[in-house]
């Protein structure tokens, strides 16, 4: 229970120790079911550990050797059939291009592995990474126990990851060691900073490969993508001079871009507020915060005693915007658009405290 909720996972489930079947199977291990959680109950994945089977049909001979692990599961492929082609049709009548079911059961691969030579640190630092990359839309799996970096290329040679993260005992303050198997160089990445890293690498290799992330909810069309090049030289990198460590221009590049994009892509979630008033009084507003009540104050007495009022309904409207956004479970805006319906101005206004 404390990995699932430590993997973050949302859905329901079920503890039952006296409802196994085949028990012999799974002794001393676990046994599952995924079931559709409607009226019928239908059961369409089964299965379980099968560490005790396989020890009890494994030759003697082998008793030398490692004790063999494993999962297995029985899948009814034509209940999630079906489950599919309902919810094909029904997003069939979307209308959102980027959320299309097509994209949606496109198969992906596995772009980081998170690994760590500290069986602790792989199961508690490790998890929780796993668990924001996850949520972030990056592809990743946990490694198995390694203890050195060389191991764990021998172990997935074959698994073509993006790049390995190192997680050690100090990575919260220090940050993480990222190698690049692609291009067998070596990162030092802050904690705040890895997972922006990570999407601009992932989103570089399905920009060169030609392929798409069908989980990430935006994704670069061919003109965005050209035009994104175009951008590269708008980037200004201000180094400091006390820095030792050497700056990857490129990275920073796609990581300040992808970074602006993600941030005006946001702000279009923020809600309008049409009003009524002069452009000059559109623009004091503007330079006016929630927080500060004297800037408020300023723009409501340098207006005319017959706006005054007015003036003080529309802090009223954007104080309840930003009320309205902090009350829900996620803030899904952090500001607004105000909008000036006598001119046809309009301005951009920061929801936050």
């Given at each position: 229970m404390t990995y699932l909720q430590t993997f973050g996972v949302?859905?329901?489930?079920?503890?039952?120790?006296?409802?196994?079947?085949?028990?012999?199977?799974?002794?001393?291990?676990?046994?599952?079911?995924?079931?559709?959680?409607?009226?019928?109950?239908?059961?369409?994945?089964?299965?379980g550990r099968y560490d005790r089977l396989i020890q009890e049909f494994s030759p003697?001979?082998?008793?030398?050797?490692?004790?063999?692990?494993?999962?297995?599961?029985?899948?009814?492929?034509?209940r999630l059939r079906s489950s599919m082609i309902d919810y094909l049709k029904a997003k069939a009548l979307s209308k959102d291009s980027e959320t299309s079911a097509e994209s949606y059961w496109a198969a992906r691969r596995c772009d980081v592995l998170v690994a760590s030579f500290d069986p602790t640190v792989l199961r508690?630092?490790?998890?929780?990474?796993?668990?924001?990359?996850?949520?972030?839309?990056?592809?990743?799996?946990?490694?198995?126990d390694a203890s050195s970096l060389e191991e764990l290329l021998v172990k997935y040679k074959d698994s073509n990851h993006r790049c390995i993260v190192i997680a050690?005992?100090?990575?919260?303050?220090?940050?993480?060691?990222?190698?690049?198997?692609?291009?067998?160089?070596?990162?030092?990445?802050?904690?705040a900073e890895l997972v922006l890293w990570l999407?601009?690498?992932?989103?570089?290799?399905h920009h060169r490969e030609g392929t798409a992330d069908p989980r990430q909810s935006r994704q670069l069309s061919q003109q965005e993508a050209l035009a994104f090049q175009e951008r590269a030289n708008d980037v200004r990198i201000l180094v400091p001079q006390h820095r030792s460590k050497k700056t990857n221009r490129r990275n920073i590049v796609e990581s300040a871009l992808l970074s602006a994009r993600e941030v005006a892509?946001?702000?279009?979630?923020?809600?309008?507020?049409?009003?009524?008033?002069?452009?000059?009084?559109?623009?004091?507003?503007?330079?006016?915060r929630l927080s500060d009540a004297e800037s408020w104050r300023s723009v409501i007495q340098n207006a005319?005693?017959?706006?005054?009022?007015?003036?003080?309904?529309?802090?009223?409207?954007?104080?309840?915007?930003a009320v309205e956004n902090?009350?829900?479970?996620?803030?899904?805006?952090?500001?607004?658009?105000?909008?000036?319906?006598?001119?046809?101005?309009?301005?951009?206004y920061d929801l936050g405290p």
């Amino acid at each position: 229970m404390t990995y699932l909720q430590t993997f973050g996972v949302k859905r329901k489930i079920y503890i039952k120790p006296l409802s196994s079947v085949h028990d012999k199977f799974y002794r001393g291990s676990i046994l599952f079911q995924c079931i559709f959680d409607s009226k019928r109950r239908d059961v369409f994945a089964a299965g379980g550990r099968y560490d005790r089977l396989i020890q009890e049909f494994s030759p003697n001979v082998l008793s030398n050797l490692p004790q063999a692990h494993a999962v297995g599961f029985n899948l009814g492929s034509d209940r999630l059939r079906s489950s599919m082609i309902d919810y094909l049709k029904a997003k069939a009548l979307s209308k959102d291009s980027e959320t299309s079911a097509e994209s949606y059961w496109a198969a992906r691969r596995c772009d980081v592995l998170v690994a760590s030579f500290d069986p602790t640190v792989l199961r508690t630092t490790g998890v929780k990474l796993i668990e924001e990359l996850w949520s972030n839309n990056i592809s990743a799996e946990l490694a198995v126990d390694a203890s050195s970096l060389e191991e764990l290329l021998v172990k997935y040679k074959d698994s073509n990851h993006r790049c390995i993260v190192i997680a050690k005992q100090d990575s919260k303050e220090r940050g993480f060691k990222v190698r690049n198997l692609m291009r067998k160089e070596e990162f030092d990445i802050r904690t705040a900073e890895l997972v922006l890293w990570l999407r601009s690498e992932v989103q570089a290799r399905h920009h060169r490969e030609g392929t798409a992330d069908p989980r990430q909810s935006r994704q670069l069309s061919q003109q965005e993508a050209l035009a994104f090049q175009e951008r590269a030289n708008d980037v200004r990198i201000l180094v400091p001079q006390h820095r030792s460590k050497k700056t990857n221009r490129r990275n920073i590049v796609e990581s300040a871009l992808l970074s602006a994009r993600e941030v005006a892509e946001n702000a279009r979630n923020g809600p309008v507020a049409a009003i009524d008033t002069r452009d000059d009084v559109l623009d004091a507003i503007r330079d006016t915060r929630l927080s500060d009540a004297e800037s408020w104050r300023s723009v409501i007495q340098n207006a005319p005693l017959t706006e005054r009022k007015y003036l003080s309904q529309v802090h009223e409207l954007l104080t309840d915007l930003a009320v309205e956004n902090r009350t829900n479970d996620t803030e899904s805006y952090t500001n607004a658009f105000i909008y000036n319906y006598r001119t046809g101005s309009c301005v951009y206004y920061d929801l936050g405290p």
